[in-house]
């Protein structure tokens, strides 16, 4: 293709003149990011439910260690059999109603955790909501990629991360004042609402070009930016964020503070989480100037350092019960001398901290949008489909083995560990990953093309 061909298709990106851009594009980026809303929700539930569920009594099912094990883990294997189903729905049945479908077994796995009698059916549940993650954090960022101009895809593509960090945020608030049974059935409602809000949503032109549906993609085109005008049938032809050990922070960041010794461990998961928010949000509103590139390495070299400070607090605190470090967060910090161990916990939050909002701010968000950006669309849904498989599958390894690495290497090596995958993904980054700020889909495709 040469570059004046290329230049005719570049309309498809975006409408002629700023007049007219629609608003309605946000609204239909919001209705779809509900979707990964749904699955922070799910990420986080276990996080406030493990430790409700070891303390409960019979009838309720209690689970033991390997029982929790299981639990904070079995949701990455859904999402990994979810990740190759969306891979086939998205390319088959369309973006809009591969989020519509995802509803399903979002609904019905927190149903089953609702009226659960035994730890199987609390299992199976987590199993279904996994499943519903992986379609939805594969759909979710194509949806929105393709409906957004260059301008402000850094801008929605960040909101996937967003959402599903405030997902887990709502989950660790609601678990503050719900036990497990409640805090499920809250976790119906934001799918409920994916499914209402995307019925009255187009499908993405991009999608229905591809099937030859031209007026129907115009009708999109008009909903979404305003204007059907400049449009041409466009050319045929994410593990180092796992490995960081982020999903065992997220899943087990109670149980993480509770060997840490804190005594109110959900505040400070509370807190971990609202930190996450906050970053993300940031790095949502910076991504289109600073770039993709520039915010991963930042990301990469911050998380490299906080992940070595909270090894170096559990080796210094190793030594016994001289060294517990039982903090009230509530309570003012006083600047004055008063016991070691005490530093030494806020050493722990400090690092937590400074690991959530530094991945916040660029592995959070930005591979799930490289992933929707670098593939044409001819493969999109495979392509995608791999990603999201390798993705889930590393956050099981790592979610279900990160209690016996803790075991294994000690608490301070473990999270030594995950500061030298986090070395390499900085270097990954600044060797191996091109920029894509400004440009358009077609522009990226042709760049991967040689073109």
Known sequence: ??????????????????????????????????????????????????????????????????AASWF???????????????????????????????????????????????????????LLTGLACGI??????????????????????????????????????AGWVLEWRWLAVLGCAPPTFLLLLMCYMPET??????QHKRQEAMAAAQFLWGSEQ????????????QLSGINAVMFYAETIFEEAKFKDSSLASVIVGTIQVLFTAVAALIMDRAGRRLLLAFSGVVMVFSTSAFGAYFRLTQGGPSNSSHVDLLAPVSMEPTNASVGLAWLAVGSMCLFTAGFAMGW??????????????HVKGVATGVCVLSNWLMAFLVTKE?????????????????????????????????????KTLEQITAHFEGQ
């Open 205 to 210: 032109p991009r999608f229905l070009l591809t």
């Open 1 to 66: 293709m040469t570059p004046e061909d290329r230049e005719e298709t570049q309309p498809l990106l975006r409408p002629p003149g700023s007049a007219a851009r629609g608003r309605r594009v946000f609204l239909a980026a919001f209705a779809a990011a509900l979707g990964p809303l749904s699955f922070g929700f799910a990420l986080g539930y276990s996080s406030p439910a493990i430790p409700s569920l070891r303390r409960a009594a019979p009838p309720a099912p209690r689970l033991d260690s390997t």
């Open 136 to 173: 939805a954090s594969l759909v979710a960022p194509v949806y929105i990629s393709e409906i957004a101009y260059p301008e402000v895809r850094g801008l929605l593509g960040s909101c996937v991360q967003l959402m599903v960090v405030t997902g887990i945020l709502l989950a660790y608030l």
């Open 364 to 377: 959070g968000p930005i591979p799930w949008l490289l992933m929707s950006e670098i593939f044409p669309l």
């Open 230 to 241: 400049g449009w041409e049938e466009p050319p045929i032809g994410a593990e180092h964020r």
């Open 402 to 438: 990160f209690s016996c690495l803790m075991e294994v290497l000690r608490p301070y090596g473990a999270f030594w560990l995950a500061s030298a995958f986090c070395t390499v993904s900085v270097l990954f980054t600044l060797f191996c990953i091109p920029e894509t700020k400004g």
């Open 72 to 126: 904070g883990a079995i949701v990455t294997l859904g999402a990994a059999a979810g990740g190759v189903l969306g891979g086939w729905l998205v390319d088959r049945a369309g973006r809009k109603l591969s989020l519509l479908l995802c509803t399903g077994p979002f609904v019905t796995g927190f149903a089953i955790i609702t009226a659960a009698q035994d730890v199987w059916m609390l299992l199976g549940g987590r």
